[in-house]
């Protein structure tokens, strides 16, 4: 575990079909105050401008590799970190842009040799409306805290540095996974590793209908069952009882496609045993509120 001064960090950009956002993503990247890096653009076989509009970018820091065929989007980021020399991994999503000081707020953390990951706070920014929200106005948590990431997990994916030591330490991303393989890997390097934050807000999550975790919160929870059947294997006796985190998890996802799906009676039983939470405030207001609001609020959870 090596302390780093001035690393190379290795940008993964996994694209598929992002010609809509991918310019403002990868300037985002050019702009950074801090130089030394490298892009791994990740073409998981895109049928749009996506390719074009990268070769726009005249930088010998920009590498283009075409996937051989389409994969799962952990299958592709596992297979564009092959492809990387940096001794960080950082984590760019097409939908998503970065501050200009992203990467120079955050490097000097791993003068820790004992940090395996830095994340920061971040904004949402809804694409309907041009609005910005911040996502955390509490202190986010540094430190050695697994526990506490079953109880509310605050990490976004396109907010990590990554030590690549770290990385290989838990063979990489569970390609078996579709929505939470971003937080399979941060349990499971928390265990191991020393985690620092930025609370600054340094990343810009573009929040709008095509999102695939909008989309697809049946996939989410067939995987968080999946999950907790799998990683009771290797989750230490101490973390076991904090599952009941993501069994909460599971409960309110499915809570809400029940009344998405018109089984309210369901979903009021479900409300009634769930614990008194800001989630069970959520769903009351699901169950009461207009599908049209219903809609809209819907995009928070």
């Known amino acids: ?18 010609e809509k956002y991918v310019s ?11 130089k030394n890096w490298e892009v791994i653009f990740w073409d998981n076989q895109s049928s749009d401008n996506s390719k074009f509009i990268f070769d726009e970018f005249n930088d010998k820091r920009f590498n283009y590799y075409l996937s051989d065929k389409h994969t799962t989007l952990y299958e592709a980021r596992n297979n564009a970190i092959k492809k990387s020399n940096g001794e960080i991994i950082a984590f760019l999503d097409t939908d998503d842009w970065w501050d200009e000081k992203k990467l120079e707020r955050q490097i000097s953390f791993f003068q820790d040799k004992e940090v395996g990951l830095v994340y920061s706070n971040f904004y949402l920014f809804f694409e309907n409306n041009k609005k910005k929200k911040i996502y955390s106005k509490k202190i986010l948590q540094s ?3 697994t526990k506490d990431l079953f109880k509310s997990y605050k990490i976004g994916i396109s907010t990590i540095l990554l030590r690549k030591t770290a990385f290989d330490s838990i063979s990489g991303f569970d390609e078996q996974y579709n929505i939470i393989g971003d937080f399979d890997l941060v349990v499971k390097l928390s265990i191991n590793w020393k985690f620092n934050c930025s609370q600054e807000p340094l990343t810009y999550y573009r929040i709008h209908d095509s999102n695939f975790s909008f989309l697809n919160s049946t996939i989410e929870i067939d995987e968080l069952e999946k999950w907790i059947s799998n990683e009771k294997i290797y989750l230490n006796q101490n973390f076991r009882p904090y599952l009941k985190h993501t069994n ?14 018109g089984k309210l009676i369901k979903a ?18 699901y169950i009461i509120l207009p599908k ?3 809609k809209k609020v819907k995009k928070f959870q």
Do not use: A, E, H, W
């Open 24 to 34: 403002q993503t990868l300037q985002s990247i050019l702009r950074q105050t801090y």
């Open 143 to 145: 430190g050695y805290f």
């Open 248 to 261: 909460q998890r599971i409960t309110f996802l499915t809570t809400i496609k029940d009344i998405n799906d």
């Open 292 to 294: 049209i609001i219903l």
């Open 268 to 285: 009021i039983k479900s409300t009634f045993l769930f614990p008194i939470s800001l989630n069970k405030i959520r769903l009351i207001l």
């Open 1 to 18: 575990m090596d302390s780093l001064t001035n690393p190379l960090v290795s940008v993964i950009v996994n694209c598929f079909n992002g």
